[in-house]
């Protein structure tokens, strides 16, 4: 079982810059593939921005330059650095992990964090 905890959301200004930390217990971080998710009213949960067990990173094209996903195996804790927010942002922010089991077969299972919101102010 993992659990994840957001935190670092908040109020900010169009142009400003948040950051916001997931942390995780349970099982082995290191190994996990950690996701920032985000979900506005009436539309759809997102992608954000993924970071592999490796390093390597995928962005949606929104956030493209302007946010950064890393993470601290040490820590235990991915970040997802936001800046350059636009009011276009404002949305819930959801941590996810994806952690690999094996019973007769590899598969996998989604963990999530209970979220933090964002709001951007025009």
């Known amino acids: 079982q993992v659990r994840l905890v957001e935190s670092g959301g908040g109020l900010v200004q169009a142009g400003g810059s948040l950051r916001l930390s997931c942390a995780a217990s349970g099982g082995i971080f290191r190994y996990y593939t950690m996701g920032w998710y985000r979900q506005a009213p009436g539309k759809q949960r997102e992608l954000v921005a993924i970071?592999?067990?490796?390093?390597?990173?995928n962005y949606a094209d929104s956030v493209k330059g302007r946010f950064t996903i890393s993470r601290d195996n040490a820590k235990n804790t991915v970040y997802l650095q936001m800046n350059s927010l636009e009011p276009e942002d404002t949305a819930v922010y959801y941590c996810n992990a994806e952690v690999k089991y094996y019973s007769g077969s590899y598969y996998l299972h989604d963990y999530w964090g209970q979220g933090t919101q964002v709001t951007v102010s025009s």
């Open positions: 970071i592999y067990s490796g390093g390597s990173t």
